[in-house]
């Protein structure tokens, strides 16, 4: 055999898309099955429901497959470019929300004639089964097949105890429906709180078992619709790009799509057009704001045979391109990888029900079987032990379970909402408790990411008004960032700026032309010594400082003589050196991360109070950076705004995307910090680690009540408004307990909002 044909078959990979998943613990199933196999390295992931699986040669995709639906769930091999947008139509959530919908609808008139007994007329009961069994049956079918599976491969759920306690509750209520007391006119519930014993032929549980479906629905609904969005950083990423491009057939442009674009294409590229692909220019020069790749506010200057990324936009000249590379090859291609790549490493923090229930079900379910055993061996009737068995099933359903988390994730999001801070799930939350290290952004998040104006240094003699009146009235005629910002300082000191007559853009060095009689010339240094426009010894001395500091200068000269210099920069917030003073104080080490250079990173980081700073770093770096800190043993939050953030939002244990940044940016984060302060990065990691535990204590008191009414139930002592009234204390327990995050202030106003 051919030692190449055998590496390459040892090396093939395949990403399939798995359904039917219910909680983190079926991905880890089914990870650990494919893994079985005899050259299989699998990983899903439950956020994108997929699995990326590197087999060998002995291996055939269509043997995962089979894998996975042996294991009870759905597998799917990549499908065709024209299938696949057919596919994403597909909603998860929207059969929920139908599911949710209708069961509600149903589940509110059971839980008020069960509850109010002024509604209880002749024959309630009746209608309560009417109402009620269409919800725990075809509502609740997606627990009871998650519970199937589950009980085939001899594990148990949250899945499992829903399906369980209301298949029990509903059970029970036909037998005593229709064998036992509680189906004849007149019947009622016995509200009044005493401790009796009785064979349960005259109680029915039909609210329990509906209003359980009901609240779980929702909390699935809400978690399936965030959980949909783990995908839209890869979609959002490709937006990104052009859609048409002019491509040069001979001498005339011709607009076609992207897709028909081929490499070793010319295309044209004017001011404020993004670049189709990756290229190399071959005519023209420009400045190109690759901030996107980068993470660098600066414009790059580009010229012949400079190469060029796709995405970027160009933001001076016309220039003309010679694609290099095309659709998958591209850099924004290998990018949208790297999110994903990052997405399905990630660990998904497996739900505090699940990690409960897996416990709590068996014992339950043994606790039942002991009851019913007891009471046969102390000589009780069969009927008595059977209506204990599975009143301890009943209560061992707590209502309170499918609130614990939805009711805390509402107040605490919405809360969040109001301070400006937006949490996707809670699984994010988890990952709040347990970081150490929190590693920022440069450009636009602690900084601005706007150039500015920041010093104007004239000649000896020279008036710096004029400079600057000078400057910005030339620079006012240029579209270039650097120009713009000179423009925009000297409209608002000075008011209204003269007329430029004869302006003239030198590309990738600077612009001229005539004002109030005067041949001016602004531009890079090198530009003015061009001109013979040397500067003085003191204004040189004032360049080096400058560009040392990171900082970018421009000169200017008129008259056969240099006039000055002026000094842009990128700003830091006025609010960032606060933010990581808060971060310290939450045992946080911040650290900064940029693609500029190293001495432009450190001047930022002295001025908000940073020690640790990686500089010149791309997009890549940046995730390699965000890997090297884990496999350091540190717990990684990440802040940041821009595209070239994104894969390194999606590998950190946490995310946080400012709001003012690009979308990409927010949909691979965990929480997106809509204002744009970085201090809102400090409240919203202590929203979250109070909101986790509060679902916590939700869970806690969810199972803890239900649990010291286990005895009376296995005692055959529960009575229906026993049963119902320890429902509803823990149900109004844990609403309260999760309004009071509702009290919840942000540090970054005195009134707290």
Excluded at 180 to 195: K, R, V
Excluded at 376 to 382: F, P, R, T
Excluded at 498 to 506: A, E, G, H, L, Y
Aim: proline share 4%; aromatic share 4%; charged share 20%.
């Amino acid at each position: 055999m051919n030692p190449d044909t055998a590496t390459s078959k040892a090396d093939q990979q395949v990403e399939l898309a798995i359904t039917g998943m219910t909680c983190a613990s079926c991905a880890n199933r089914i990870e650990r099955k494919l893994n079985k196999l005899d050259g299989v390295t699998a990983t899903v992931n439950y956020a994108t429901e997929k699995a990326r699986v590197s087999y060998t040669g002995d291996v055939s995709p269509d043997d995962l497959v089979t894998i996975v639906e042996e294991t009870g769930y759905g597998a799917r091999l990549p499908q065709t470019e024209e299938a696949a947008p057919q596919q994403e139509e597909d909603d998860p959530a929207a059969a929920l929300r139908q599911r949710l919908i209708i069961s509600a609808v149903l589940t509110v008139p059971v839980i008020a004639m069960a509850m109010i007994p002024f509604l209880q007329f002749p024959n309630w009961q009746w209608l309560s089964l009417t109402l009620a069994a269409p919800v725990v049956v075809w509502g609740a079918w997606p627990f009871h097949k998650a519970a199937w599976a589950n009980l085939r491969h001899g594990t148990a759920t949250m899945d499992t105890l829903v399906s369980m306690g209301t298949l029990a509750a509903l059970g029970w209520s036909l037998y005593a429906l229709f064998w036992g007391t509680a189906g004849i006119t007149g019947m009622t519930h016995a509200f009044e709180l005493t401790i009796s014993r009785t064979d349960g032929s005259s109680n029915i549980y039909f609210e329990a078992a509906a209003g359980i479906t009901t609240f779980i629905l929702a909390g699935r609904y809400f978690e399936a619709r965030a959980k949909r969005r783990s995908g839209a950083a890869l979609r959002a990423l490709l937006n990104l790009g052009a859609k048409d491009v002019s491509v040069l057939r001979g001498d005339v442009e011709q607009q076609i799509s992207i897709d028909e674009l081929v490499v070793g294409d010319r295309f044209v590229v004017r001011p404020g057009e993004k670049i189709a692909t990756d290229g190399i220019v071959v005519e023209g020069t420009s400045a190109v704001d690759a901030s996107m790749l980068t993470g660098e506010s600066v414009p790059v200057e580009v010229s012949p045979d400079a190469e060029v990324a796709g995405a970027t936009v160009n933001v001076g000249g016309r220039i003309i391109v010679r694609a290099k590379q095309i659709g998958s090859d591209t850099q924004l291609a290998q990018m949208a990888r790297m999110v994903e790549d990052a997405q399905t490493g990630k660990a998904e923090v497996q739900r505090l029900a699940d990690r409960i229930s897996g416990i709590f079900v068996p014992i339950v379910i043994a606790l039942s079987l002991a009851t019913l055993g007891v009471w046969i061996a102390i000589g009780g009737s069969v009927a008595a032990g059977f209506t204990a068995a599975v009143a301890v099933l009943i209560i061992a359903c707590p209502c309170a379970l499918g609130l614990a988390t939805p009711t805390a994730l509402m107040v605490g999001t919405g809360r969040g909402a109001q301070l400006g801070i937006l949490i996707k799930g809670p699984e994010v939350l988890e990952s709040t408790r347990r970081v150490d290290t929190i590693v920022l952004d440069k450009t636009g998040t602690v900084t601005t990411g706007k150039m500015s104006l920041q010093q104007v240094i004239p000649a000896d003699g020279e008036d710096e008004e004029r400079v600057l009146r000078f400057a910005g009235a030339l620079e006012n005629s240029s579209e270039h960032p650097i120009a713009r910002a000179i423009a925009r300082e000297a409209k608002e000191r000075l008011g209204t700026l003269p007329d430029v007559d004869q302006f003239n853009n030198i590309a990738g060095l600077g612009v001229q032309g005539v004002i109030d009689g005067h041949a001016v010339v602004v531009g890079r240094p090198k530009l003015l010594r061009d001109w013979s426009l040397h500067l003085s010894p003191e204004l040189e001395q004032e360049v080096r400082g400058a560009e040392s500091a990171g900082r970018t200068v421009v000169g200017i000269g008129w008259d056969g003589a240099a006039r000055g210099v002026l000094v842009v920069a990128d700003t830091v917030k006025p609010t960032s050196s606060e933010a990581v003073s808060q971060f310290r104080r939450l045992g946080l080490t911040p650290i900064m991360l940029t693609g500029d250079n190293a001495s432009a990173a450190r001047t930022i980081a002295d001025q908000v109070g940073i020690d640790e700073v990686i500089a010149e770093v791309l997009p890549a770096d940046k995730l390699d950076v965000i890997k090297r800190l884990q496999d350091e043993g540190k717990v990684v939050a990440m802040v940041g705004d821009g595209v070239n953030d994104a894969a390194a939002l999606a590998q950190a244990n946490l995310g946080l995307a400012m709001g003012t940044g690009t979308d990409v940016a927010i949909e691979a984060s965990d929480l997106t910090l809509v204002r744009g302060d970085l201090r809102a990065a400090a409240d919203a990691i202590r929203l979250s680690r109070k909101t986790l535990g509060t679902i916590k204590g939700n869970l806690f008191w969810a199972f803890a009540y239900n649990v010291s009414a286990l005895p009376l139930a296995a005692a055959g002592l529960l009575n229906p408004m026993i049963a119902g009234a320890a429902m509803a204390f823990s149900s109004v327990f844990v609403v309260s307990n999760s309004l009071r995050l509702r009290r919840f202030r942000s540090l970054t106003s005195p009134a707290g909002e």
